[in-house]
């Protein structure tokens, strides 16, 4: 059953103006089409999730980890709704916070090579190295392209003293098309 608001619109249709609104970087007003179909309809997770994602766009990220929180009351076997309230997390400064919003969504796609590779930032970030260059080759594994996994993995290397092997990563991130890895070699490697 849609819910109707006094003019006959569903909670459907402002959840679809606030997306194509998302797409034009309108977030506030995507942020206002999001609201009205929470108020028709409480229980709509995409338009919690989209709210947060709009919200932190704006930098808003306390507000969107709410909403983030609720989408996942209300599904919580959504990776991204994780993944992305990591991120909020994360420019909070909660690092912690991010890691267990990040291993959730791990736990929910394994393939995801870019929740390995922010966990292992936020890792880095909380000075658990290794932890965080074991992140770092899962997300290369997953994706033998991931040019900034290389690189940061090559400076925790060589910030561990492990010279020679943080250098082969560098070079293979610039062989990846990471055009400050070179500025790297020829600032750690040389």
């Known amino acids: 059953m849609f819910c109707l608001n006094s003019y006959g619109q569903t909670a459907e249709e402002y959840y679809n103006r606030g997306f194509s609104k998302n797409k034009l970087e309108d977030y506030r007003g995507a942020i206002a089409d999001y609201t009205k179909a929470i108020e028709l309809d409480p229980n709509f997770v995409n338009a919690y999730y989209s709210r947060g994602f709009s919200k932190a766009k704006l930098e808003d990220y306390r507000d969107a980890i709410a909403d983030y929180t609720k989408a996942i009351e209300l599904n919580p076997n959504y990776a991204n709704t994780y993944y992305n309230r990591g991120i909020s997390k994360y420019e909070l400064e909660?690092?912690?916070?991010?890691?267990?919003?990040?291993t959730k969504a791990i736990e929910l796609n394994p393939n995801d090579a870019v929740?390995?590779?922010?966990?292992?930032?936020s890792k880095l970030k909380l000075e658990d190295y290794r932890e965080s260059i074991a992140d770092h080759?899962?997300?290369?594994?997953?994706?033998?392209?991931y040019a900034a996994a290389y690189s940061n993995r090559g400076l925790i290397k060589i910030a561990l003293n492990q010279?020679?092997?943080?250098?082969?990563?560098?070079?293979?991130?610039g062989e990846?098309?990471?055009a400050n890895a070179y500025e790297l070699i020829k600032k750690y490697c040389n």
């Open 94 to 102: 909660d690092y912690r916070g991010a890691i267990a919003d990040y």
């Open 115 to 121: 929740a390995y590779y922010n966990r292992g930032i």
């Open 137 to 145: 080759t899962k997300a290369i594994e997953l994706n033998p392209n």
């Open 163 to 173: 010279k020679d092997s943080g250098c082969l990563d560098l070079s293979k991130a």
């Open 176 to 178: 990846l098309g990471n």
